[in-house]
């Protein structure tokens, strides 16, 4: 990349030629105000808030669009800047109804610092002509929006819509569905949307007595929550998760990377079979509700290809519920089942009455890992300072392909690891998955298992499962095995993660799950000693095994659009 030489406050720098002031800035760690900037969206509408001065210009510019050039002398600060600044911030708040308590940006808010700074005044007055509205697990209050339309740029499905006030708004178009994926969440500025019921309902399953309160925490928690406590992106906190949940009074704590052993197990028998017999191929993942929602609504024709096998934080639900239930004389229904999760479509997806096992929901309650924070931090429990604790047993040792759930690909090397050994009685060599490792939106490989060559297609986002799709539609066997993850990267990018979330630190969460994985002694599911004793134990009855381990999956209507009185009250999905 060509170098130029540029002075920013009577600083020279050689840097990039391509690039803008604000990158370049943050880069040198100069201070410029931004609110709007996201390293991985082109804002549309800006907030005005980076301004700076160059020598020779009229006018001031905006440092997030505008792209440094050989000898450009720019100011930062200035009385011109400020005072252009404050009128600017003005004109944002204006715009935002100020509700602080209630917010998923809780104490990392970029436009709380800037009312600090600029000795900005909040607006307690809802904004005219503005409305909170909820579809599915996602609410989205335009009392908040500042128009930014980041919201829109990201949404994989074209519902979201700007309308004549620059407000959010929800599309009417019979055929466009909210999949709940987030993503909308994570690249909103200023928290004018959220999950339903997101810090509102923290203490509810500590009130009843009579529970037996037990969490279960998704793979890629162990590898995001550390961020919010002063840690570094992507820093192992496995084991203080587990004591945090245990501080906060659950009475048991389970990995949900252990019962994503199980599905493995589940599904590479499923793709065993359907390559055996060349029928509903390709074999398509099921981990993620939200594209199984996507998939639902808008390519029913593929259903039959999903995987029947459920998604890990269910069938751990069912297998608490059952076996461990029965092994220590609980009655389920005495059971509060609570999952952490790196997503709002997991608030979805425990609705889904397909699911319930003898009338009873293997999952009560799903918080995000925002809410988790939140709960931790109101109880005064630091995850930095807390002591590791393991997780409780049977079903707290994961293998290494449990893990790696929790970013893109990951399922399908665990089902690809276990398939192989079964087919052929060898392991899987890693060079051979090395490809579809990584938050790359489409990553393809051709593995050989035994005398099968297996062609699998990894898929992270919406948007790029919408072009594999188009393939498959015009060449059916295409594929013989598609993973499809809604968020950027997989779960580590996802919709209920902590804030703020770029490539830059997905990639970093991702890293450390595959580091994990690798040193573990046990890295496949088959190998996993708690697994190989309840399918002997338990699940040997085929029945109680697809009772628990599977389920079915059908073309889905629009979801109601409902209107909200604020953003603190939700109608039940």
């Not at 599904?267 to 191929?281: G, P, Q, T, V, W």
């Not at 998604?311 to 069912?318: A, C, D, E, N």
């Not at 190998?527 to 040997?540: G, I, M, P, R």
Request: aromatic residues 6%.
């Amino acid at each position: 990349m060509e170098k130029i030489s540029i002075t920013i406050n009577n600083k020279k720098l050689l840097v990039e030629l391509g690039k803008t002031i604000l990158e370049i800035a943050l880069e040198n760690g100069i201070d410029i105000p931004a609110l709007c900037y996201h390293p991985d969206v082109e804002t549309k509408n800006h907030c005005e808030m980076c301004l700076v001065k160059i020598k020779g210009e009229d006018e001031l510019k905006r440092a997030c669009d505008t792209q440094v050039e050989p000898g450009m002398e720019i100011l930062t600060e200035s009385t011109e800047i400020e005072e252009q600044r404050i009128k600017n911030l003005d004109s944002i708040l204006k715009k935002h109804f100020l509700e602080c308590d209630d917010c998923v940006w809780f104490q990392h808010c970029k436009l709380l610092e800037l009312v600090n700074r600029f000795k900005g005044k909040p607006t307690n007055k809802k904004p005219e002509g503005t409305e909170v509205f909820q579809s599915g697990s996602i609410v989205f209050d335009q009392t908040k929006c500042i128009g930014c339309e980041h919201c829109v740029q990201v949404c994989p499905t074209g519902f979201l819509e700007m309308n004549g006030n620059n407000k959010v708004e929800l599309s009417k178009d019979k055929n466009k569905e909210c999949i709940n994926c987030g993503q909308c969440i994570t690249h909103c500025p200023v928290g004018a949307i959220e999950g339903i019921g997101e810090f509102e309902q923290l203490d509810n399953f500590f009130k009843d007595k009579d529970k037996i309160t037990v969490a279960q925490f998704a793979p890629s928690i162990r590898t995001s929550i550390g961020e919010e406590f002063g840690m570094k992106p992507g820093e192992i906190v496995t084991g203080k998760v587990v004591a945090g949940l245990r501080k906060l009074g659950f009475d048991y704590v389970f990995d949900t990377a252990s019962a994503a052993d199980f599905t493995t197990m589940e599904e590479s028998d499923e793709l065993i079979e359907r390559l055996s017999e060349n029928k509903k191929l390709p074999a398509m993942s099921s981990c993620c509700p939200a594209w199984v929602k996507f998939l639902e609504f808008y390519y029913p024709e593929f259903i039959e290809n999903l995987c029947t096998s459920r998604s890990p934080q269910t069938m751990l639900g069912g297998i608490i519920k059952n076996y461990w239930a029965q092994k220590n004389n609980i009655e389920p229904k005495n059971i509060f089942m609570v999952s952490i999760m790196p997503c709002v479509a997991k608030k979805f997806e425990i609705k889904r009455k397909e699911l319930r096992i003898d009338n009873i929901d293997p999952v009560d309650s799903v918080l995000t890992t925002r809410e988790l924070v939140r709960l931790l931090k109101k109880n005064n429990i630091d995850l930095k300072i807390v002591r590791p604790e393991p997780a409780d047993q049977p079903l707290g040792q994961p293998s290494g392909a449990g893990v790696i759930y929790g970013s893109s690909g990951g399922v399908f090397e665990s089902a690809l690891r276990t398939a192989h050994f079964k087919m052929t009685g060898k392991e899987l060599p890693e060079d051979e998955v090395k490809e579809i490792r990584g938050i790359q939106g489409i990553k393809k490989k051709e593995i050989k298992i035994g005398d099968r060559l297996v062609k699998v297609c990894v898929v992270s986002g919406i948007k790029n499962a919408k072009k594999v799709l188009e393939e498959l539609k015009k060449d059916p066997r295409k594929y013989d095995a598609v993973e499809v993850m809604a968020c950027q990267g997989g779960c580590v990018g996802g919709g209920g993660q902590s804030l703020p979330v770029s490539k830059a630190i997905i990639q970093k969460r991702a890293d450390s799950l595959y580091a994990i994985d690798k040193g573990k002694t046990i890295r496949r599911a088959h190998e996993n000693t708690a697994v190989k004793s309840l399918y002997k134990d338990f699940f040997a009855d085929s029945k109680i095994r697809e009772k628990i381990l599977h389920t079915h999956f059908t073309p889905r209507a629009k979801t109601k659009i409902e209107t909200l009185k604020n953003s603190r009250e939700h109608k039940e999905i």
